[in-house]
């Protein structure tokens, strides 16, 4: 049952408060006193977040009036995670981190504590899927150094952790993971939506509240998107996604959602039997077998977050047998690769209805930008007509239903690398080519090319 409101008189002059109301306040004015009404909220109220003023009572503060919030973060000892993160963890934030099982979430994340713990600062491991052994086993395998305030608890009640939390006072918290954790609040059974969504409010009040950076695992469906309620997607701060495929050693770390940095970059790592190892030269694995030319395939590039990522597409085209022809696309959107082979087949007069296709980008890479099209289109062509291109050629360029090229963003510094990595041509799309300055790509020739027909004459030259 709600508590009734309680009624004070507050000079407008002072701000001084007065449980009955005065003609003349303590400061001398008159006639300053003006009736408020204050409702009282309990300090132990789990579904609150926020700034309390005097009494519990939620107090508005201008805008004008608050200063900007110098977040302090810190250092994870993993170069990529934290470039990811904008910088580091920030005190206080919530992260949630997801992929599929087997990917390597765990590994990461003990890498990160072990990092963390041996500056001295209290770890809090909390596992509700494995016991402390089966944690020990990864960590000596992973982390041959630890210290002892990386600490490690087998627990899924909530009431618990948060006691837990009271008593050690933890730098870095981590729950692994937030499908497997209940409150007694609620008679549910842990991993139900009632259930991640108190557990999700419980953690957020115990990280804002202590200024703790809080690391929640989470589960995906069979889709790969997040599993449980959508509400504990915007309740933390940042969202994070761990990909790869299984017979790929290249681990992908892309944030979805971050509250304190940008969401464009990307972390790479390898995983080997000693975890995970940070890649430097991403480029340099997906390019291992692009010296030799070959039939079918094409380097294009994608510009993430700060830096340039350079991708082999393959592709191969067969005649179709029987009924209709097979498409089949491995790290393309599928429904992109029917609109490029349709610009293709309606453009350059190329028959597709009776081949099948395939399209592969090497290495397991997924690039969610459209400047890979140029790269996919003449690939898909090199592969029909059985020719190779004369240099070593980057391909950039978004392609559309008209058969022109749009432009692309970071064509320039694309460019830059290319000549640094030795390549001889970039065909890029024309507006792309006229805000180079001469001389600005090195040796590097730039083709500006208007249309799709234009970067096939290109490609052939």
Known sequence: MAKKAKTVFVCQECGYESPKWMGRCICGAWDSMVEEKIQEVPEKDARRRGSSGAGGMAVPSPLTKVGSADHHRVDTGIGELNRVLGGGLVKGSLTLISGEPGIGKSTLIIQAAANIAEKGEPVLYVSGEESEEQIKMRADRVCPQMSDSLLVLAETNMENIIAACEKVRPGFLIIDSIQTMYTQELDSVPGSVSQVRACGNLL??????????????????KSGELAGPKIVEHLVDCVLNFSGERDHEVRILRAYKNRFGTTSEIGAFQMEGEGLQEIRNLSGSFLESTEEKTEGSVVTAVYEGSRPVFLEIQALTTPANIGFARRTAVGIDHQRLSMILAVLEKKLGIRMIDQDVYVNVVGGLRPDSTSVDLGVALAVY???????CRRRTVAIGEVGLTGDLRSVSAAEKIALEADRLGYEQIIMPARNAGRMKGGEAGRCRISGVRSLSEAVQAFRE
Not at 206 to 216: C, E, Q
Not at 382 to 388: A, E, I, K, N, Q
């Open 204 to 221: 957020m009040k115990v990280g804002k509240s202590d200024n703790i950076p809080v690391f929640i695992v989470a589960h995906v469906t």
């Open 382 to 388: 090199s592969s029909l007509r059985g020719v190779t």
